[in-house]
Every structure is written in structure tokens, then in C-alpha cells.
């Protein structure tokens, strides 16, 4: 079956180093997400990818990078981690399905996610 | 620009009761709307959607009606059972230049009593 996974699940690390989230789908989907959830916040959009080469900002984007080389994969660097970068951190992953009214209707599959501490 | 208010939780029920989780949003354009689901420890899941204005959409027991005219989406169960406790996501994707992006709403936690 096909699916999302996301690695670590949990990981510990220090103000300033340098930290890579890992998000795999085997959906073989076009668009792929990175969100940080927090308390309050529901669900905050950081990187997103349209395809491979392709990467764009979120509304939270400050302090992230993301490069997609191929379909499969979406990696998440934190480039110097801050402590008000500890959180949960989700991959998606989506494709485009029938549009009704030219609206895109893709549902978004999500992974297991990422709880990230930074002390 | 595209926003999603749910209501505050949390939501605490006893088993077999009623549920309503109000979902409001603003967006241009004409929106799809989502429920997610996340159970404790795990990701998002899709629990129903809607694509266009009047469409109802359900799964295990759950209903939303999109409303255009009041621009709500609110969730409804006739009967909770413990297995619902979960955390509630109403979600919008705008479309054109939104292409494929969510905008979620905070987030409602429910706890269903025994």
C-alpha cells in the first residue's frame, strides 16, 4: 500500500545545529507539504513543492529550507535550530484530483509526523 | 485573505450524545472544505470533504454541509462513542492561486466520556 513516512518520529537537539526532517511517500504525488502544529495555531504551512526542483515559502518559512530532487522525497533542514522551533512538524503529500468549477478538490495524505525539541 | 475559524474546544461529551463542531471560514473564490481527524500519536486523517456549495459530505457517522451563504462547515455526529476522541481540523483550499494548499482552522479536542 502506498504511504507516507517521516523520520525521526522524535529527536532531541540543541540551540544552532543543524537538523533534517526526512519525508518519503511511494503515492508517487506531484505536490508536497511541510506544516508545524502548535498549540493555538492548528496547522502552519512552512515549504510546499509543486514537483521535483520545485519549492516554494509558506507562511512560516523564516529559519527553514526545503530541496525536492525527486517525486518521492521532501526534506526539511531547520539551518541553525532555535528553541521556538520545538514542535510537531507533518509531511503531506497531494495530487491534483477532479476540479468541479475549476476548483482543485486533492485531499492531502499526511505522515505520522515529527516531534522536534530544541534546547 | 483565506482564514478558517472553528470553534473554541475543549469538547468533552459523554458517550451516545450530540456533536456539533462550528466551522466558519473566508475565502475568494469558491473553496472545497475538509474535515481532518487526528487521533492521539498519529498524523491528519481525511475524515469527509465537500467540493461545492450545498454538497454534503459523511463518513462513519459524521456530516458536514457546505453553506455558502453563511460560509460555514460545521461537523455533526448523532452519537459519540469513546473512539471519536480526537482532534477536529476544518480545512479550506481556495484554489486558483492557493493551488493545492490547506488553510486549517486551530483545531477542536474532543473527549468522549464512557
Known amino acids: 500500500d502506498a504511504e507516507i513516512t517521516q523520520s525521526p518520529r522524535h529527536k532531541i537537539t540543541e540551540t544552532g545545529r543543524q537538523v533534517t526532517l526526512a519525508c518519503h511517500q511511494t503515492w508517487n504525488h506531484n505536490n508536497m507539504f511541510w506544516y508545524r502544529q502548535d498549540l493555538g495555531h492548528g496547522l502552519r504551512l512552512i515549504h510546499y513543492s509543486y514537483g521535483v526542483q520545485d519549492t516554494n515559502k509558506g507562511e512560516v518559512s523564516d529559519g527553514y529550507s526545503v530541496s525536492r530532487s525527486n517525486t518521492e522525497d521532501l526534506p526539511l533542514t531547520l539551518e541553525s535550530a532555535a528553541s521556538s522551533q520545538t514542535s510537531v512538524y507533518f509531511c503531506?503529500?497531494?495530487?491534483?484530483?477532479?476540479?468541479?468549477?475549476?476548483?482543485?478538490?486533492?485531499?492531502?495524505?499526511f505522515g505520522p509526523g515529527t516531534r522536534l525539541t530544541v534546547l | 485573505g483565506n482564514s478558517v475559524t472553528q470553534m473554541e474546544g475543549p469538547v468533552t461529551l459523554s458517550e451516545e450524545a450530540f456533536l456539533t463542531i462550528n466551522c466558519t471560514y473566508t475565502a475568494t473564490g469558491y473553496p472545497s472544505l475538509f474535515w481532518y481527524v487526528q487521533y492521539p500519536g498519529e498524523g491528519l486523517q481525511l475524515l469527509l470533504k465537500?467540493?461545492?456549495?450545498?454538497d454534503k459530505g459523511s463518513n462513519k457517522g459524521f456530516e458536514a454541509t457546505y453553506r455558502k451563504e453563511t460560509t460555514s462547515f460545521h461537523l455533526e455526529k448523532g452519537s459519540v462513542q469513546v473512539s471519536d476522541s480526537a482532534v477536529y481540523f476544518c480545512?479550506?483550499?481556495?484554489?486558483?492561486?492557493?493551488?493545492?494548499?490547506?488553510?486549517f482552522g486551530q483545531g477542536t479536542i474532543l473527549t468522549v466520556h464512557p
Open positions: 480545512a479550506l483550499n481556495a484554489g486558483g492561486t492557493s493551488y493545492g494548499k490547506l488553510t
Open positions: 503531506a503529500s497531494s495530487d491534483l484530483g477532479a476540479g468541479v468549477f475549476g476548483v482543485d478538490t486533492d485531499t492531502q495524505y
Open positions: 465537500a467540493t461545492k456549495a450545498d
